[in-house]
C-alpha cells in the first residue's frame, strides 16, 4: 500500500492520542499563536522521533522513513520551482500584465466572484492542473480584485473552487488519472459520474458568489488608474499571448507538466528579451527573485512584484517537512493503526462512503498531501467497496470529492501553502469562501449512497 513499512504496531488507542495530540499542536501554532506552519511541524517531527525511540525504533528507521516521505514530493517540488520561473518570466513578457488588462476591459462589477470561479473553472479543466491555474489567470485575478477593491478572500475562495473544478473534471489532471487508476476505472466513466456530485456542487457555489459579488457603482473606481499604469509598464505586447498560447497546447497534447512549464517559461524569457530593455543579467536575476514593479502607481508596483525561485523557497521547505513528518507517522505505524481501524468499524453502505470521505480527509490534514490521500484511501476501500457491492466508480468519486479538493484547506499542506504563497492569501481567510471545495464531501456524504445500488453489509 506504501513504501514505508511501519516498524512498531501501536494500539488504537495510542493512535488517536498522538492524531488529537499533533492536530492540537498544528492548530494552536498556527491558529493561536500564528507562526509559520514550518516550526509546528519541525516539533511534530521531533515528538515523533522521541515516540520512535521510546518504542525502540532505530533512528535509522525513523530517518529512512523521513526520506523517503520527502522523496514522494520531489515531483512536485521540481514544478514549483518552475512555476516560480513561469510567474517572473510572465510578468516580463508582458502575459500576467496583458490578462489583467484584458480583465478590466472585459469583466465589470456585476457578478464579479461567480465570474471569477466559471472563468477560473473553464481554465482548470482546460490546463488540468490546479496550481499552474491558480499561479497564472489566479494572480491575474487578485491583481484585479485588489484594484476593484474587492474581497480579497472571497476572490480567493473563487480561485480556489474553479481551480479545483477543473482538477476534478480535467481528463488532463493527474489526481483525476491517480483515483480512476488506483480503483480500475476508466477514466471518462470516472468522470461522468463525478459530475454527478461535482455539477450540484458547482451550481450552488457559482450562485453563492454571484451573491456575494458586490454591486459595480461599489467596485468601479480606480480602474483607469490601474490600465493607465500597466500599460506604462511597456510590457504589454501582442506577443504577450503566446506563452499562455503554448501552455494551453502543450497540455492538450499531454505534454508532461515539468516540460510544459520550461517550454512556456523560456518563450516567454524570449520575448521579455526581444521587446524589453531587459539585459541578460537581469533576466536572470528575476528568474531567481521575481520582477520588482517600478510605475509611478503603487497600487500596480504591488501588482506586478511576484514570481521567481526565491518566492518558492517557503513552500519547497515546508512541503519537504511535512511529507518527512508524513513518513514518521507511517514507520512509527500511527497512519496504519488508524486505517485498519476503519477497516474494522464499517457496517453500511452510508458509513462505508462517509468513512472513506473521511479518510481521505484525515490522510490530507495529517499529511498534507492529495496524492497520498487518493493512494492510501483507494487501496484501504477496495476491498471494502467489493464487499459492499458498492460500484468501483462509487469509491473513485469519493476519493476525488474528498480527496483532491480538500488539501487547499489545509494551512500546511501542498496546496495549501503554495496557493497562499502565490496568491497573498492565507488559507484560513479564503477557506470560509472556498465553497465548491467545501460542498463536494459534504454532497458526497449525503447523497453519494442513493446513486449507487448496493447491498447492505
Not at 6 to 33: R, V
Not at 72 to 80: N, Q, R
Request: some cysteine; charged content about 10%; glycine content about 8%.
Amino acid at each position: 500500500m506504501f513504501p514505508i513499512q511501519p516498524k512498531y504496531q501501536p494500539s488504537l488507542a495510542e493512535s488517536l492520542l498522538f492524531f488529537i495530540l499533533i492536530i492540537g499542536l498544528i492548530s494552536y501554532f498556527i491558529i493561536g499563536l500564528g507562526t509559520a506552519p514550518h516550526i509546528p511541524i519541525l516539533l511534530g517531527i521531533f515528538l515523533l522521533i522521541t515516540f520512535g525511540f521510546f518504542k525502540k525504533i532505530s533512528f535509522k528507521d525513523l530517518q529512512e522513513g523521513m526520506i523517503a516521505g520527502a522523496k514522494s514530493a520531489m515531483g512536485a517540488i521540481f514544478l514549483f520551482f518552475l512555476i516560480g520561473v513561469l510567474v517572473s518570466s510572465w510578468m516580463i513578457s508582458g502575459t500576467i500584465p496583458s490578462m489583467i488588462n484584458a480583465g478590466f476591459s472585459i469583466i465589470n462589477g456585476t457578478w464579479f466572484f461567480g465570474i471569477v470561479f466559471a472563468v477560473t473553472a473553464i481554465i482548470g479543466v482546460s490546463l488540468g492542473s490546479s496550481l499552474t491555474t491558480t499561479a497564472t489567470i489566479g494572480v491575474a485575478f487578485i491583481g484585479m480584485a485588489n484594484a476593484m477593491d474587492a474581497s480579497l478572500a472571497i476572490t480567493a475562495g473563487a480561485i480556489v473552487s474553479g481551480a479545483f473544478f477543473g482538477d476534478k473534471m480535467s481528463p488532463l489532471s493527474d489526481t483525476t488519472n491517480l483515483a480512476s487508476t488506483i480503483v480500475g476505472v476508466d477514466l471518462f466513466d470516472h468522470i461522468k459520474h463525478i459530475s454527478l456530485t461535482t455539477i450540484p456542487a458547482f451550481i450552488i457555489s457559482f450562485i453563492i458568489f454571484v451573491m456575494l459579488s458586490p454591486n459595480e457603482t461599489a467596485m468601479i473606481t480606480n480602474i483607469q488608474d490601474y490600465q493607465e499604469a500597466l500599460i506604462s509598464t511597456n510590457l504589454i505586447h501582442f506577443t504577450s499571448w503566446i506563452p499562455l498560447v503554448l501552455l494551453i497546447i502543450c497540455t492538450i497534447f499531454r505534454v508532461p507538466a515539468f516540460i510544459a512549464l520550461a517550454i512556456s517559461s523560456l518563450v516567454a524569457t524570449f520575448f521579455a528579451w526581444l521587446n524589453n530593455p531587459f539585459t541578460w543579467s537581469e533576466i536572470w536575476a528575476i528568474w531567481f527573485d521575481g520582477y520588482i514593479g517600478a510605475t509611478d502607481f503603487e497600487p500596480v508596483n504591488e501588482l506586478l512584484t511576484k514570481g521567481g525561485i526565491n518566492s518558492m523557497l517557503f513552500t519547497i521547505s515546508l512541503v519537504i517537512l511535512a511529507l518527512s513528518f508524513g513518513g514518521l507517522l507511517f514507520v512509527t505505524g500511527i497512519i496504519p493503526s488508524l486505517l485498519t481501524a476503519v477497516q474494522d468499524k464499517i457496517r453500511n453502505i452510508r458509513t462505508t462512503i462517509a468513512t472513506t470521505a473521511a479518510t481521505a480527509i484525515g490522510v490530507n490534514v495529517l499529511i498534507g498531501e492529495q496524492y497520498l490521500s487518493i493512494l492510501l484511501t483507494g487501496e484501504t476501500f477496495k476491498g471494502i467497496y467489493h464487499k459492499a457491492g458498492l460500484s468501483k466508480k462509487a469509491l473513485s468519486r469519493t476519493l476525488e470529492d474528498a480527496g483532491t479538493v480538500i488539501n487547499p484547506l489545509v494551512p500546511w499542506s501542498v496546496c495549501g501553502v503554495f496557493i497562499a504563497n502565490v496568491l497573498g492569501v492565507s488559507v484560513l481567510e479564503y477557506l470560509p469562501f472556498a465553497f465548491f471545495c467545501l460542498l463536494s464531501p459534504l454532497i458526497t456524504i449525503l447523497f453519494g449512497g442513493r446513486t449507487t445500488g448496493a447491498k447492505r453489509l
